[in-house]
């Protein structure tokens, strides 16, 4: 073995044996479902590839990564990619942590790398892996280089947004810490970088539909989260709302998502489609009257579905449905069964010029499905790894070792908080939507460990520039 190579093993061998056992894990992915599994927000995404225009529930962002990958004509292409991303992210973990002691650095970089969930996550057609890259890269750029790649994090939280619109806080969260080392004006150039993609997806989204934003759903989900708690005795809403009110008590309330799907919705039950300006309008005024009429209602509300982020075990929620697809199956799943995404499905084919659907292959589906029944990281520990950054801090202030500079965890670990707090305030819990959170997470621990601060003065300096070498890890 080469001298630099051995050198490589021995500094990053640990590492490096996660890496190749992520990489295993993702080989069996693909040879154990060929080529791809499906969701049902994947037959959206294909019909935007093949009609490129803004929809009323999703940005377009992944689509367009699929309409990068089209010539190859594959959804195992794709998934492909997915898993290189998500490999990716573990090492921009573990890369934005080199000054953390190694052994830290590592077990940050362990979830993305091995958690069986995020393996099976990359595997679905769905938009969250790309997500999770996109502000990994963003967040591992603001705490490991200089100021010079403002205009390139902007970018990316642009890109993330209009993957998934739950990155539009991000924009402000990154731009915050750069305010907060005095740095205006790179901050100012992130939001001018962030917001100019942004706005001209809005615009086209206003000359396609004539509505403000980037989605027209909005107050749709916004209604549907608190239908878990409004009272329409207790808000008196206006006439013309009170066509939105559910008699049944909230405890005999089905989730949340059922608001906005099931046919017997009130939302669902409005002329016109659930998505349309009247009745998006209509449920956000309903929203607003349920929040400002029952605040702390909806604060328990928020609570509770944060809350499920950090339970030990993994109930069944929202449905049986829905927890089933973030499951490797045991048969091959069915054709689906909305019409929307029955017609997206035809997209699809014409997408993979053939047949589509999920080929299970033993050993390899059954290796995996049994490694997914204990490979996976519990959110009582992941609400542990949140609570090591402030912990760090205050055991160093109790300790009486107090830095003169900014330390670099927060702004990884606020990403990865709002990451998670947003869809609970906003929709509902998902388990999905907690996976992009948890590198970031595990980063900000790895982080509040490392020996070195960014100074508040000298925009140019790399952080740990003013570390002596015979401290650095």
Same mark, same amino acid.
């Given at each position: 073995m080469p001298r630099d190579a051995a050198g490589l093993v021995r500094r990053h061998g640990w590492f490096l044996g996660l890496f190749a056992a992520g990489a295993a894990l993702r080989v069996l992915a693909m040879l154990g479902y060929r080529p791809a599994l499906w969701f049902p927000d994947t037959y959206t995404?294909?019909?935007?590839?093949?009609?490129?225009?803004?929809?009323?529930?999703?940005?377009?962002?992944? !689509?367009?990564?699929?309409k990068l990958l089209e010539p190859l004509h594959s959804f195992g292409a794709v998934a492909l990619a997915q898993h290189l991303l998500g490999l990716a992210t573990g090492l921009l973990v573990y890369r934005a942590a080199r000054r953390a002691p190694r052994w830290a650095a590592t077990l940050a970089a362990a979830p993305v790398l091995l958690d069986a969930y995020q393996v099976e996550l990359e595997h679905l057609l769905v938009s969250d892996t790309l997500f999770m890259f996109l502000i990994v890269l963003a967040v591992a750029l603001?705490?490991? %280089?200089?100021?010079? #790649?403002?205009?390139?994090?902007?970018?990316?939280?642009?890109?993330?947004?209009?993957?998934?619109?739950?990155?539009?806080?991000?924009? *402000?969260?990154?731009?915050?810490?750069?305010?907060? %080392?005095?740095?205006?004006? +790179?901050?100012?150039?992130?939001?001018? =970088?962030?917001?100019?993609?942004?706005?001209?997806?809005?615009?086209?989204? /206003? =000359?396609? /539909?004539?509505?403000?934003?980037?989605?027209?759903?909005?107050?749709?989900?916004?209604?549907?989260?608190?239908? !878990?708690?409004?009272? @329409?005795?207790?808000?008196?809403?206006? +006439?013309?709302?009170? *066509?939105? @009110?559910?008699?049944? $008590?909230?405890?005999?309330?089905?989730?949340?998502?059922?608001?906005?799907?099931?046919?017997?919705?009130?939302?669902?039950?409005? +002329?016109?489609?659930?998505?349309?300006? =009247?009745?998006?309008?209509?449920?956000?005024?309903?929203?607003?009257r349920a929040i400002t009429a029952q +605040?702390?209602? /909806? =604060?328990?509300? *928020?609570? #509770?579905?944060?809350?499920?982020?950090?339970?030990?075990?993994?109930?069944?929620?929202?449905?049986?449905?829905?927890?089933?697809?973030?499951?490797?199956?045991?048969?091959?799943?069915?054709?689906?069964?909305? /019409? $929307?995404a029955q017609v997206g499905a035809e997209y699809a084919k014409l997408y993979e010029q053939g047949a589509i659907g999920t080929e299970i292959v033993e050993p390899y589906a059954g290796v995996l499905r049994a490694y997914q029944g204990f490979a996976r990281l519990p959110g009582t520990v992941l609400l542990a790894v949140l609570l090591v950054p402030p912990a760090a801090a205050l055991a160093r202030r109790w300790r009486g070792r107090r830095r003169t500079g900014v330390p670099v965890w927060p702004v990884s670990w606020s990403a990865a908080v709002v990451l998670l707090i947003t869809p609970a305030a906003t929709a509902e819990f998902d388990y999905r939507y907690v996976l992009p959170a948890v590198p970031l997470a595990c980063l900000a621990a790895a982080l509040s460990l490392r020996p070195d601060v960014l100074r508040q003065s000298g925009s140019e300096k790399e952080f740990g520039d003013d570390i002596p070498p015979n401290v650095r890890v």
């Open positions: 995404y294909v019909v935007t590839v093949f009609h490129p225009r803004p929809d009323l529930v999703r940005p377009a962002g992944y !689509s367009m990564f699929l603001c705490v490991t %280089r200089r100021t010079s #790649t403002v205009v390139l994090i902007g970018l990316l939280l642009a890109a993330a947004t209009l993957t998934r619109t739950v990155g539009q806080p991000l924009i *402000v969260v990154l731009a915050a810490w750069f305010v907060l %080392r005095r740095q205006i004006r +790179p901050a100012g150039v992130l939001l001018a =970088a962030a917001l100019v993609p942004v706005v001209a997806y809005g615009a086209w989204f /206003y =000359a396609t /539909y004539e509505r403000v934003g980037i989605v027209g759903a909005n107050g749709v989900f916004l209604y549907a989260r608190t239908m !878990s708690f409004a009272d @329409c005795d207790r808000m008196d809403p206006a +006439p013309d709302l009170r *066509v939105l @009110c559910d008699p049944r $008590p909230p405890e005999q309330r089905p989730p949340s998502q059922e608001y906005i799907w099931a046919k017997d919705s009130p939302l669902v039950l409005l +002329p016109d489609i659930t998505f349309a300006k =009247a009745n998006d309008d209509l449920a956000a005024r309903f929203a607003m +605040p702390l209602d /909806y =604060a328990a509300s *928020v609570l #509770t579905e944060l809350g499920r982020t950090f339970v030990w075990g993994r109930p069944v929620y929202p449905d049986a449905e829905v927890y089933g697809y973030y499951q490797f199956p045991e048969t091959p799943p069915g054709p689906p069964g909305r /019409y $929307p």
